[in-house]
Nanobody, 129 residues
Framework: QVQLVESGGGLVRPGDSLTLSCAVS????????IGWFRQAPGKKREGLSS????????YYADFVKGRFFISRDNAKNTVYLHLNSLKSEDSAVYFC??????????????????????WGQGTQVTVSS
């Protein structure tokens, strides 16, 4: 019954910004972790950011620090990923995943895709001139 739906992707130009949404239904985001990942054609799924909903703890991959930001709206049961200063190499399908096991503990590997048991369908981000 848990469902994650990503939205907000689209075609943008280099330097533009986007905000992606991950709407979660079937549960209330109280003691979970939501991770944002992306996957370009022919490449593995790479972790970008993760948020612990119990305490709003946030984790960022080194290569997106200062450029991508994660946030949440408790009333909407939604987690966002804010993409800034987009580059062509950011083009990918962006996914959100749910981890229900870490709870209030610190995740050892927040960017391991196998740690997340539920995924959305993804939203396409294309950065092109």
């Amino acid at each position: 019954q848990v469902q994650l739906v990503e939205s907000g992707g689209g075609l943008v130009r280099p330097g533009d910004s986007l905000t992606l949404s991950c709407a979660v239904s079937g549960i209330t985001l109280d003691y979970y972790h939501i991770g944002w990942f992306r996957q370009a054609p022919g490449k593995k799924r790479e972790g970008l950011s993760s948020l612990g909903t119990s305490d709003n703890s946030q984790y960022y991959a080194d290569f997106v620090k200062g450029r991508f930001f994660i946030s949440r709206d408790n009333a909407k049961n939604t987690v966002y990923l804010h993409l800034n200063s987009l580059k062509s190499e950011d083009s990918a399908v962006y996914f959100c995943g749910l981890n229900s096991r870490w709870g209030r503990s610190w995740p050892l590997r927040p960017f391991e895709a196998t740690e997340y048991e539920n995924w959305g369908q993804g939203t396409q981000v294309t950065v092109s001139s």
